[in-house]
């Protein structure tokens, strides 16, 4: 990669490419808009990336990877760390030998999510370091402090971006790799690496020690920087917000901070006392002010009203101003729907017509909400269409518990809905239960990306595959039936009726290729059944894209 | 270019609207401006709307073009003006399909190199930078059809006598 070369990079893009140049060994996730592109990205520039069934699996094979001393990446969107917060807080307090940047990327204003939650309190929960980049270049250049920071105090790193820094593309100058590696060796550390309580009490003040250090250190880091300006208005800022202060007060002195935990508190305080006014920015929760004004520095926050949704220039203008009127409403976007062709519209069409209750879940099928359907009833977060409808089955009286189905999609039944189904196997209700798997072969949502049932790899290579039917039969579950939902047909309505009727539990997987990508799927296909190395699976060849049997 | 130069691309998903942007930022990164471009991508795919921003000039800061600042709205959808009128700055241009002849173009699915040709027309970089950054982003055998397309969208501005 030469010096001088300008790319325009989305952030991640130069978040990968960043990967690629410092010598990350493995990079896993699940894919989540804003973050999909990381892997596929570093897959594409000739890194290791693999998709995990979830979150929380992506976080311990990459925790795993650090222990033996490489650099890892682990990428998820927002709402992915809160599946994956279980093994990231404990990490905190085992450390790594090597290097983990743990990316969440964060939706302010939801432009595809279920929720704006804001990740920053995780850095503060699990006690981590935290970076935030503002553009692409920043994305490039952090990577490698991450890398630093992680391997000097041997600690996870959340790297942290926001949908406007991972799809807004800007110039990114690369530059040369990093600190030469070392070569992944295990080191038997059981004081440090096991945590039982005697290890993880010492191990939690160790934690604590590594944190003031990094505060002491943040305090002249050179992630941290002041744009000079007028001494009248001071604004404290970091991110995309910085991007937005730049253009909506190009007088004011800034302090621009990327590394966002621990804070330079020292740092803030002499920033607070050398201008007039002292304004925080910042998009979603008030992270940074909360956290300046409990150390005693006054500064002001922003209206609450700008704690929804993402800022903008003008946006920054009315905080600024202290305009807390009711801002002017965007008009609406035309929303999405089912693909005309999808089959999940006949699903959706008997689930309407059955007048079913329906613990639905998260993927293109949720759009089941919208008419003409408005076939579904909620949607929690992945995976809960199983425990919620099964709680509902519990204790409704049995005339509206008979109707309840969970909805689930492939890839989101095998991240967290496998979990429900050994819930529906252990504490069955009363009534029975119904579950459709919308077996699409893909994770058609995020665009299109593979997962365990598809039986290829990230980058559609033949791998091993997880067929759904089996997992379920496995369980002991008597009615499992795969369909091919066809129109001109009632044969999965009939089926549906069936299955409500019987009060047994049931599944049904509800099987055709999306048709978006169905000839790809087909083309993959097709490799498989040629590759030799995948002989074992060859039996599946003929799954998807072919009729499926109506197998009792 | 001290003051960026703020576009807006609009339609629905499957017009090409990103592609637009992407070929319009690429030919300010040739051209040697800073350029940061922006956009939504969530359920595109599904029919949803889609819009993009490309800010290029000595600097810029925000990848997102504020309401009211838009010096070029191009819309692909006819539907999709209305929506996203109120990004125009006053005096701002609008480029709609109106704005090529529909019958010059050698497919409907070249109206968003259309369009950029007729954007092209008002803005400084040169007419060859724009050909190597089409060749550049699509597969050579498109490049052909896009060229015409490019062409018949430049030029028709001009053949209908306006200004840059
Ligand atoms: C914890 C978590 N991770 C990731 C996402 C992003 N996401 C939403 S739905 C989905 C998967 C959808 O795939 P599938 O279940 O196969 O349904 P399809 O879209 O193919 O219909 C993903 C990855 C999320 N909302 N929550």
Redesign the interface.
């Known amino acids: 990669m030469k010096e001088s070369k300008r790319l325009l990079l989305s952030g991640d893009e130069a978040i990968a490419l960043a990967a690629r140049d410092a010598g990350v060994a493995l990079g896993a996730g699940y894919p989540g808009t804003p973050s999909t592109e990381i892997l596929e990205a570093f897959a594409g520039y000739g890194g290791r990336a693999q998709w995990s069934p979830n979150e929380k699996v992506a976080m311990e094979v990459t925790i795993g990877a650090a222990f033996a001393g490489a650099r890892a990446l682990c990428t998820m969107k927002h709402v992915g760390l809160n599946v994956a917060s279980d093994p990231l807080f404990t990490a905190a307090y085992t450390g790594v030998s090597g290097a983990l940047i743990v990316v969440s990327a964060d939706d302010p204003g939801m432009a595809s999510s279920q929720n704006e939650q804001d990740n920053r309190r995780y850095a503060v929960a699990a006690g981590i370091p935290m970076l935030e980049p503002s553009d692409s270049q920043e994305a490039y250049d952090f990577m490698f402090a991450a890398i630093e920071i992680s391997e000097r105090w041997k600690i996870p790193v959340l790297f942290r971006v926001t949908t406007r820094v991972c799809h807004s593309y800007t110039v990114v100058q690369p530059h040369e790799t990093a600190e030469p590696l070392r070569a992944a060796s295990f080191e038997r550390d059981i004081r440090g690496r096991v945590m039982i309580p005697p290890h993880a009490r010492p191990a939690h003040r160790r934690l604590r020690q590594k944190l003031a250090a990094m505060q002491e250190w943040n305090e002249s880091c050179r992630l941290n920087h002041i744009v000079e300006g007028s001494n009248s208005l001071g604004i404290i800022t970091s991110g995309i917000s910085f991007m937005h202060v730049r253009e909506a007060a190009p007088d004011a002195r800034v302090l621009k901070l990327g590394f966002t935990h621990p804070l330079p508190m020292n740092r803030i305080a002499q920033f607070a006392k050398s201008v007039g006014r002292c304004q925080v920015i910042e998009e979603g929760d008030p992270y940074l002010a909360d956290a300046i004004r409990a150390a005693g520095i006054p500064v002001e926050g922003k209206p609450e009203i700008y704690r929804f949704g993402e800022l903008d220039v003008p946006r920054v203008r009315r905080i600024l101003s202290n305009d807390i009127s009711p801002e002017p409403a965007k008009p609406p976007g035309k929303p999405p729907q089912l693909c005309d062709a999808c089959y999940y519209r006949i699903v959706f069409e008997s689930l309407r017509k059955r007048d079913c209750i329906v613990a639905g879940d998260i993927g293109c099928y949720t759009l089941g909400v919208l008419q003409p359907f408005e076939a579904m009833d909620t949607c929690v977060c992945m995976g809960a269409s199983l425990g919620v409808g099964l709680g509902l089955r519990h204790v409704l009286p049995p005339d509206q518990a008979r109707r309840v189905v969970s909805v689930i999609g492939d890839s989101t039944f095998l991240h967290t809905g496998i979990n429900g189904l050994v819930e529906m196997v252990y504490n069955p209700p009363q009534t029975g239960h119904v579950l459709i798997i919308l077996d699409n072969s893909t994770t058609a949502m995020t665009g299109h990306q593979e997962h365990p049932g598809t039986g290829r790899t990230l980058l559609h290579e033949p791998a091993g595959k997880v067929v759904i039917e089996d997992v379920a039969r496995s369980l002991g579950i008597r009615r499992v039936h795969v369909i091919e939902p066809r129109s001109g047909t009632d044969d999965f309505d009939r089926l549906l009726a069936e299955c409500l009727d019987s009060s047994e539990l049931a599944v049904i997987i509800a099987r055709r290729p999306c048709i978006l990508i169905a000839k790809q799927l087909k083309q993959y296909e097709d490799q498989r059944c040629e590759c030799p190395g995948a002989s074992q699976a060859a039996g599946d060849c003929a799954i998807p894209g072919s009729p499926a049997p109506l197998s009792p | 270019m001290k003051k960026a130069i703020n576009v807006v691309v609009a339609g ?2 499957g017009q090409g609207v990103l592609k637009g942007t992407d070929i319009l ?2 030919v300010a ?1 040739r051209a040697g401006y ?16 889609v ?1 993009g921003d490309v800010r290029f000039g000595d600097r ?5 073009v ?3 600042e838009a010096d070029f709205l191009l819309v692909l959808e006819p ?2 003006v ?3 009128r ?1 990004m125009l700055r006053a005096g701002g241009v609008l480029i709609t399909p109106d704005a090529v002849d529909a019958s010059r173009l050698p497919n409907r699915k070249t109206l968003n190199v259309a369009l950029l040709g007729t954007l092209s027309s008002h803005l400084p970089m040169a007419e060859d930078v724009w050909l190597e950054a089409l060749r550049a982003g699509f597969a050579e055998s498109f490049h052909e059809g896009n060229r015409t397309a490019f062409l018949a969208g430049r030029e028709g501005r001009k053949a209908a006598g306006i200004k840059p």
């Open positions: 629905i998903g930022a690429d990164l800073d350029v940061k471009k922006s956009e939504i991508k969530g359920m595109s795919q599904r029919g949803g709307s819009t810029v800061f925000s990848p997102m504020p309401g009211g539907t999709q209305e929506p996203h109120y």
